[in-house]
């Protein structure tokens, strides 16, 4: 019986992890490319930011009602539905040019993305318990960092051989596959609901005032847990992503050079952020795996929480060295905690909730990343690049405070 289900456990991770990592291979190729081949895609400098950023804005509505529906209806159908919006996306890329095709373009690949993310965290949710819910989720948001590291550096090298054009219609045929892989062989999840966190039997019928305090503590439990997403997008995704290639053209001009070799600095950048979303994606699944064995995913935020505080105040060193370690400790922050709060969220309430819940917890984590980045450039106005990491470590330090209180529950 172990063994069979453990067989259908991998049946579903796997599709969704490998349709989930190839969807995300045309957006992250578009920030990668996009900036440097307006040209090619028929649209001015002016308008990269709001391309790119299109997608991020258009998901903040979506989110809720999403998720709400999400949880009513068969998983397989949802989820597989948006991944083939993704690959009209991406489609729309390659052989579109001009800002409205882009920025429909960029529209349908925030509505896309909506589905493919509560739509797959929330399978991810059905087939899991409490014992394995952050092992599972874990396993599931590698797939998600793997496209996500992986398809800045796939656009980059296919535009540089092929152009851009090309390179967007390999990315589209690949998302294709992964949409293929989900819609035959991923089964229906929805009646699996592995989650068994109800309020007790014998506390709803005998003890109305202990189950309107259960519902109190969990209700302010998951607002932490979303206070936890919120704190990560936003230093990670909204502060370091932001301003990390700032950080280190202030430092070492437009190239370094090394034993005679001159790197630019925009590709020394590049490696940098491509290292953290490895690291976080190496994190994820391990920190879920450790707060599954311990039964106290808090205790394993607040670990995570202070790798994020020393790593952001590392990099206001702005030594090699510091540099370095600081991304290494951010990365582990974002990966445990990504990961953490979606686990912790899917285990609070009952499970035929799950969708909502998720669909909350990911409208508020889109809000703090596309707040961070004006957030970031408003405090060097005021407090140069120090303060703005400093204002990550600080704000990592009071979460930490709140996810101590919990560990302790």
């Not at 953290?276 to 995570?304: E, Q």
């Not at 990491?389 to 560990?407: E, F, Q």
Request: proline letters at 4%; a positive charge.
């Amino acid at each position: 019986m172990h063994k069979s289900q453990s067989i259908s456990t991998l049946r579903v991770l796997l599709p969704i992890s490998i349709g989930t990592c190839l969807s995300l291979l045309g957006d992250t190729s578009l920030y990668t490319v996009l900036p440097t081949h307006i040209t090619e895609a028929g649209i001015l400098l002016a308008n990269v930011g709001i391309l790119l950023s299109a997608n991020r804005w258009v998901r903040l509505p979506l989110n809720g009602p999403a998720g709400f529906l999400i949880e009513r209806w068969p998983r397989k159908p949802v989820f597989v539905l948006a991944l083939f919006l993704g690959v009209i996306s991406t489609t729309l890329y390659a052989v579109t040019n001009g800002f409205w095709p882009l920025f429909v373009a960029r529209l349908l690949w925030g509505i896309a993305w909506v589905g493919i993310w509560i739509g797959g965290n929330t399978i991810v949710m059905d087939i899991s318990t409490h014992e394995n819910r952050g092992r599972r989720v874990g396993i599931y948001q590698m797939g998600f960092f793997i496209g996500a590291g992986g398809g800045a550096f796939l656009g980059g090298v296919l535009t540089d051989l092929f152009g851009y054009h090309t390179a967007m219609g390999v990315n589209a045929a690949l998302s294709l596959a992964g949409a293929l892989l989900a819609l035959i062989f991923l089964p229906e999840t929805r009646m699996w609901l592995g989650n068994t966190n109800l309020v007790p039997v014998e506390v709803q019928e005998t003890n109305p005032v202990h189950t309107r305090q259960f519902y109190r503590t969990q209700l302010s439990e998951m607002a932490s847990a979303t206070a936890l997403l919120a704190v990560t997008r936003l230093a990670q995704a909204g502060f370091l992503i932001a301003t990390f290639g700032l950080l280190l053209q202030q430092n070492y001009g437009e190239a370094i050079s090394f034993s005679g070799m001159t790197v630019g600095v925009a590709t020394l950048t590049g490696l940098g952020l491509a290292m953290t979303t490895f690291v976080a994606m190496i994190t994820a699944p391990i920190s879920g795996s450790l707060a599954d064995r311990t039964h106290n995913r808090w205790r394993v935020a607040v670990g995570g929480l202070v790798f994020g505080a020393v790593g952001y105040g590392l990099l206001t060193f702005r030594a090699p060295a510091a540099i370095i370690a600081g991304l290494i400790g951010t990365s582990i922050a974002a990966g445990t905690n990504t990961n953490l709060s979606t686990s912790l969220m899917g285990g609070l309430g009952p499970p035929n909730q799950q969708g909502r819940r998720l669909g909350i917890l990911f409208t508020v984590g889109d809000l703090a990343s596309a707040v961070g980045p004006p957030l970031a450039y408003w405090l060097m106005a005021t407090t140069q690049l120090e303060g703005v990491y400093w204002t990550a470590t600080g704000v990592c330090v009071l979460m930490g405070g709140v996810t101590m209180r919990w560990s302790k529950r």
